[in-house]
């Protein structure tokens, strides 16, 4: 159980368009979901928290026109980068809280962004 | 603020060794501990975890215990495999409501045959 998934996997684009990453929990529902970006041999940094049905809260830093995060439900959030540019090609993982298990994350297996 | 401080890697290793990865945090509370694994190309997946003062927690091998007195939560295993190459990243997780985890840098370890 606690199954989390994204697609794409990966994804190439062109410098200029926008981009969508669906995060989905497949097996509980999940009030909480984060959003974490990963630079080359770095550690995870977040992004953003959304709970379903409210807006979600950005980390210092990071552009909330950018970088849309949309939880529509108990089950999916998406991350649509907007306008990308090379300087966002990454690698985006996200996570989500389950409601019978308030403090533990599950990992999705992330997005692996590429802009040309 | 909460942080996890985790030793620098890559940690090198043949196959069989011991390993251990030090661990430790700074809270204000009492969080949970975490071990996540990442392998290459891949998301995080939880490796074991401990919500509270000498919780042991162990999965494949690989064991950490939450020490207060110390604050750390050091990651070992008897025989490494070359399997086990990844990297490990250390969190807290303070048990108030819905936080968010903390992770320390990550430790790359490579084992090789």
């Known amino acids: 159980g606690a199954v989390v998934s994204q697609h794409p996997s990966r994804v190439i684009c062109k410098s200029g368009t926008s981009v969508k990453i669906e995060c989905r929990s497949l097996?509980?529902?999940?009030?909480?979901m984060f959003w974490y970006r990963q630079f080359p041999k770095q550690s995870l940094m977040l992004m953003a928290t959304?709970?379903?049905?409210?807006?979600?809260?950005?980390e210092q830093g990071v552009e909330k026109d950018k970088f849309l995060i949309n939880h529509a439900s108990l089950t999916l959030s998406t991350l649509t980068v907007t306008s990308a540019h090379p300087e966002d090609s990454s690698f985006y993982i996200c996570?989500?809280?389950?409601?019978?298990?308030?403090?533990?994350?599950?990992f999705g297996p992330g997005t692996r962004l590429t802009v040309t | 603020g909460d942080s996890v401080t985790q030793m620098e890697g890559p940690v090198t290793l043949s196959e069989e060794a011991f390993l251990t990865i030090n661990c430790t945090y700074t809270?204000?509370?009492?969080?949970?501990l975490f071990w996540y694994v990442q392998y290459p190309g891949e998301g995080l997946q939880l490796l074991l975890k401990?919500?509270?003062?000498?919780d042991k927690g162990s999965n494949k091998g690989f064991e950490a215990t939450y020490r207060k007195e110390t604050t750390s939560f050091h990651l070992e295993k008897g025989s490494v495999q070359v399997s086990d190459s990844a990297v490990y990243f250390c969190?807290?997780?303070?048990?108030?409501?819905?936080?968010?985890?903390?992770f320390g840098k990550g430790t790359m370890l490579l084992v090789s045959p």
């Open positions: 401990a919500t509270k003062a000498d």
């Open positions: 809270a204000t509370g009492y969080p949970s």
């Open positions: 996570s989500a809280t389950d409601l019978r298990a308030a403090y533990e994350q599950y």
């Open positions: 097996d509980f529902q999940a009030t909480t």
């Open positions: 959304s709970n379903e049905g409210s807006k979600a809260t950005y």
């Open positions: 969190a807290l997780l303070m048990n108030s409501g819905y936080s968010t985890l903390t």
